[in-house]
């Protein structure tokens, strides 16, 4: 089995990286809708400094992978972009924070087409068509079948990324390993998001990861109660991660902050206080966290 049509919804901090790599080895273009399409040509994107003009698919014909790297806020509106190219073969692969694009994606479309997946690893920053990213590679993206079963097509979509130069990594428990990002995201993220900190500021400062452990206490239970098996070299995985980030990156959700967009803070730590309040556990540092994300972005929507 080889992939060869391969298509992206989603040209940001996360999805440009990726389009560089696959542009050239196979039948690759970009997903975008009619009101989008008009701005993209005018701008492009610019990677590293090189400008690059990626084939837009304007067909209604099916690719044998979809790549979804566009914000969760963005989902539930281009699906219907998304759905011309979805046939009975296609691989839907999204790489968006959280854990619930999948479910949404499953709803529109069918589990038979979801490829669990996210991306970790990445530092990169994004203002308008400009994209610096300082990872090699555009990061590291870890996927697999949700049963842990690697299928024909998990192998396919290895030797496209081998031929891509895309870093990845195939996991055993795919759904352990996505509620790792998710609770990452939900502690890193936010908090940086609240102090205004970059991945320089983060790494080796004692209190702020004391600050992490806390809430990553208080995620531990929900993802028991979940059926995830959350541990203490979960939580210490965390710095790894940090350490390895180039210092001049900033995360998503500061960057929408900074841009005075609309954050991912309600996939995050409010889904993860959401959760929380279904199982009857306590979250006070994660629920004080996600309301100071929420106040600090409306104090920079109104300047």
């Known amino acids: 089995m080889r992939l060869e049509k391969v298509r992206l919804l989603g040209l940001g901090a996360v ?12 039948d690759f273009a970009i997903l975008l809708d009619e009101g989008r ?11 590293n400094g090189v ?6 698919d304007r067909t209604d014909t099916p690719a044998d992978l979809v790549i979804i790297a566009c914000k969760n806020n963005d989902l539930a509106e281009a699906l219907d972009t998304l759905a011309p190219h ?3 073969e296609t691989a839907i692969m999204s790489l968006l924070n959280g854990i619930e694009s999948e479910e949404v994606l499953a709803s529109r479309f069918g589990w038979g087409h979801i490829i669990h997946s996210f991306i970790t690893g990445l530092s990169s920053v994004r ?16 996927f697999n079948e949700r049963d842990g079963g690697r299928s024909g097509r998990i ?9 891509a130069g895309i870093r990845y990594e195939i996991p055993e428990d795919i759904i352990h390993e996505m509620w790792w990002k998710f609770a990452f995201n939900v502690c890193i993220n936010t908090l940086s998001a609240i102090m205004d900190l970059d991945y320089s500021q983060m790494n080796g400062n004692a209190d702020f990861q004391r600050l992490v452990r806390m809430m990553a206490r208080e995620i531990a239970p929900v993802a028991r109660a979940e059926g995830v098996a959350f541990t203490a070299s979960d939580e210490e995985k965390f710095f790894r991660i940090l350490a390895q980030l180039d210092g001049n990156g900033r995360t998503s959700m500061l960057q929408d902050i900074d841009a005075g967009r ?3 803070n309600r996939f995050l730590a409010q ?13 006070p540092c994660c629920d004080f966290a996600a309301a100071m994300v929420e106040a600090r972005s409306h104090a920079r929507k109104a300047e």
């Open 86 to 88: 979805v046939g009975e």
């Open 271 to 283: 889904s993860l206080t959401a959760l929380a309040r279904r199982h009857g556990i306590a979250t």
């Open 15 to 26: 999805g440009a990286p990726i389009a560089v790599a696959l542009e050239g080895i196979c």
């Open 262 to 264: 609309e954050t991912e």
């Open 127 to 142: 203002e308008g068509g400009r994209i610096d990213c300082f990872s090699p590679g555009g990061g590291i993206v870890v």
């Open 37 to 47: 399409i008009r701005r993209y040509e005018e701008e492009g994107r610019t990677v």
């Open 155 to 163: 192998d396919a979509i290895a030797q496209l990324f081998d031929r």
């Open 51 to 56: 400008r690059h003009d990626f084939a837009i």
